[in-house]
């Protein structure tokens, strides 16, 4: 087993990392900007080390920076969490260089998993279903235009390098294509340095479902059950939930097996998702693989009894999983609370948290780096807290989050806590009758005090 850990990550998964390894008896090392001096994952590692200034490129993606402080504190295993470096086949292969273990996928299943044109066909070799599109990355306009017409529309163009909703356009009709082409390349190319494009035939109303995967060393992978990350804001997840109120006994063991062959095909190992798109008919089709821990991965947690971060930590140490099969055995809810003005299209809020009340009681998990006086830096991404609720039904889960957001109280910024509120009220979440269409048409109400 590994003795000493590095996190090279921040916030609330650095913080769930090293409480998990303080529970293995794994020593840990916090890795922080400048701007970070002051979060409670630098305060709770057994040791911690500046890696530079609050930009991301100068710290937290500075591959130099976080070896040598892997290096000088002796750590032989990095953990890289969720974002950052956690999906970079360079970081990977760095890492294995050093003799340092990446708890995470390889180089190579990076490298494979990580190109979304790549992955597809790799896939379709595996036998798991793929929404009908190009074979890889599309040559140039003209072949866009004979795909989207052999594809037939409506057409989803794709960047490659994708994520977090960046290089991606619908089109409904052929007269707009060369608008989204262009706008989605250069989108692409500004955020990733890369402007390769694919298609996918555009799933109308689809429900987004990941299964939740673990592979080992020998080949072998487990599926922990579904999770449904259907309500989104411009292809940002803001609330998932496990079960999906969508899934069938036999989709789930469909959509299960699909994962579990994806998974062993490539020789998957680590902790990873395999994301599908539903359709209303429940047909499913691969979308992507993430090769590393989900954001939303307490709530799998909840429902299984089932520590995903030590099974990743043993399964990087050589440690076989068992190889059985995790159905959901209650119901959970996360919501994601965000630093930003929900009655202000979501702008960012960083600021000084002046006061903060913490929710608590039965089946309520609150993961967050935030405290009274903590400081959020406008240099991250915005979320600062999530929310968990679990029960025995789904109804009992909703009523249990409403009440946790109303004991909730931060103050000094603003947060989505009211939107959340809003949402877990609306008949259509109540009924579980939504697709990652729905937040186009809803409508959150500013407080009558506000106005």
Same mark, same amino acid.
């Given at each position: 087993?590994?003795?000493?850990?590095?996190? @090279?990550?921040?916030?609330?998964?650095?913080?769930?990392?090293?409480?998990?390894?303080?529970?293995?008896?794994?020593?840990?090392?916090?890795?922080?900007?400048? !701007?970070?001096?002051?979060?409670?994952?630098?305060?709770?590692?057994?040791?911690?080390?500046?890696?530079?200034?609050?930009?991301?490129?100068?710290?937290?993606?500075?591959? $130099?920076?976080?070896?040598?402080?892997?290096?000088?504190?002796?750590? +032989?295993?990095?953990?890289?969490?969720?974002?950052?470096?956690?999906?970079?086949?360079?970081?990977?292969?760095?890492?294995?260089?050093?003799?340092?273990?990446?708890?995470? @996928?390889? !180089? +190579?299943?990076?490298?494979?998993?990580?190109?979304?044109?790549?992955?597809?066909?790799?896939?379709?070799?595996?036998?798991?279903?793929?929404?009908?599109?190009?074979?890889?990355?599309?040559?140039?306009?003209?072949?866009?235009?004979?795909?989207?017409?052999?594809?037939?529309?409506?057409?989803?163009?794709?960047?490659?390098?994708?994520?977090?909703?960046?290089?991606?356009?619908?089109?409904?009709?052929?007269?707009?294509?060369?608008?989204?082409? +262009?706008?989605?390349?250069?989108?692409?190319?500004?955020?990733?340095?890369?402007?390769?494009?694919?298609?996918?035939?555009?799933?109308?109303?689809?429900?987004?479902?990941?299964?939740?995967?673990?592979?080992?060393?020998?080949?072998?992978?487990?599926?922990?059950?579904?999770?449904?990350?259907?309500?989104?804001?411009?292809?940002?997840?803001?609330?998932?939930?496990?079960?999906?109120?969508?899934?069938?006994? @036999?989709?789930? +063991?469909?959509?299960?097996?699909?994962?579990?062959?994806?998974?062993?095909?490539?020789?998957?190992?680590?902790?990873?998702?395999?994301?599908?798109?539903?359709?209303?008919?429940?047909?499913?089709?691969? #979308?992507?693989?993430?090769?590393?821990?989900?954001?939303?991965?307490?709530?799998?947690?909840?429902?299984?009894?089932?520590?995903?971060?030590?099974?990743?930590?043993?399964?990087?140490?050589?440690?076989?999983?068992?190889?059985?099969?995790?159905?959901?055995?209650?119901?959970?809810?996360?919501?994601?609370?965000?630093?930003?003005?929900?009655?202000?299209?979501?702008?960012?809020?960083?600021?000084?948290?002046?006061?903060?009340?913490?929710?608590?009681?039965?089946?309520?998990?609150?993961?967050?780096?935030?405290?009274?006086?903590?400081?959020?830096?406008?240099?991250?991404?915005?979320?600062?807290?999530?929310?968990?609720?679990? !029960?025995?039904?789904?109804?009992?889960?909703?009523?249990? #989050?409403?009440?946790?957001?109303?004991?909730?109280?931060?103050?000094?910024?603003?947060?989505?806590? $009211?939107?959340?509120?809003?949402? #877990?009220?609306?008949?259509?979440?109540?009924?579980?009758?939504?697709?990652?269409?729905?937040?186009?048409?809803?409508?959150?109400?500013?407080?009558?005090?506000?106005?």
């Amino acid at each position: 087993m590994f003795k000493k850990i590095l996190i @090279a990550n921040r916030g609330e998964i650095a913080l769930r990392v090293i409480r998990t390894c303080k529970e293995m008896g794994i020593k840990t090392v916090a890795v922080y900007s400048t !701007a970070d001096a002051e979060s409670l994952h630098v305060k709770f590692a057994d040791e911690a080390v500046c890696i530079g200034p609050p930009a991301s490129s100068e710290s937290y993606l500075k591959i $130099p920076n976080v070896i040598a402080a892997a290096e000088i504190t002796n750590a +032989d295993a990095i953990h890289p969490g969720y974002g950052f470096l956690s999906e970079n086949a360079k970081f990977s292969k760095i890492c294995e260089e050093h003799g340092i273990k990446f708890i995470g @996928a390889s !180089a +190579d299943m990076i490298s494979k998993m990580g190109d979304k044109a790549t992955a597809k066909a790799t896939m379709r070799e595996a036998g798991v279903p793929c929404v009908p599109g190009s074979e890889g990355i599309i040559s140039d306009f003209e072949h866009c235009e004979k795909l989207a017409e052999e594809v037939g529309y409506p057409v989803m163009l794709k960047a490659t390098a994708g994520g977090g909703g960046k290089g991606m356009r619908a089109v409904w009709k052929h007269e707009k294509l060369k608008d989204a082409w +262009d706008s989605a390349r250069q989108e692409s190319k500004a955020a990733f340095g890369n402007n390769d494009m694919y298609m996918e035939k555009l799933i109308e109303e689809p429900r987004h479902i990941e299964i939740q995967i673990v592979g080992d060393s020998t080949g072998k992978a487990c599926h922990l059950s579904e999770r449904d990350c259907s309500i989104q804001r411009r292809h940002q997840k803001l609330t998932e939930e496990v079960p999906s109120p969508f899934m069938t006994k @036999a989709l789930r +063991d469909k959509m299960g097996k699909a994962a579990v062959k994806a998974a062993e095909y490539i020789g998957y190992e680590g902790a990873g998702t395999v994301e599908f798109l539903v359709d209303k008919h429940r047909n499913f089709f691969f #979308m992507e693989m993430n090769t590393r821990i989900q954001v939303e991965h307490p709530i799998t947690e909840q429902v299984i009894d089932f520590d995903l971060i030590r099974e990743q930590i043993l399964v990087a140490a050589g440690v076989p999983i068992s190889g059985k099969n995790y159905l959901p055995q209650m119901h959970a809810i996360e919501c994601r609370i965000n630093a930003e003005d929900p009655f202000n299209d979501f702008r960012p809020s960083p600021g000084r948290i002046t006061t903060l009340h913490a929710p608590g009681g039965h089946g309520v998990r609150l993961d967050t780096h935030v405290y009274a006086g903590y400081v959020i830096p406008p240099n991250y991404d915005s979320m600062i807290a999530k929310l968990i609720t679990t !029960a025995q039904t789904r109804l009992e889960a909703i009523n249990k #989050m409403k009440r946790a957001l109303d004991e909730f109280v931060i103050e000094g910024i603003k947060t989505t806590i $009211p939107f959340h509120r809003q949402l #877990m009220d609306h008949p259509d979440y109540l009924a579980g009758n939504y697709t990652t269409k729905f937040m186009e048409d809803f409508v959150i109400e500013k407080p009558k005090d506000d106005e």
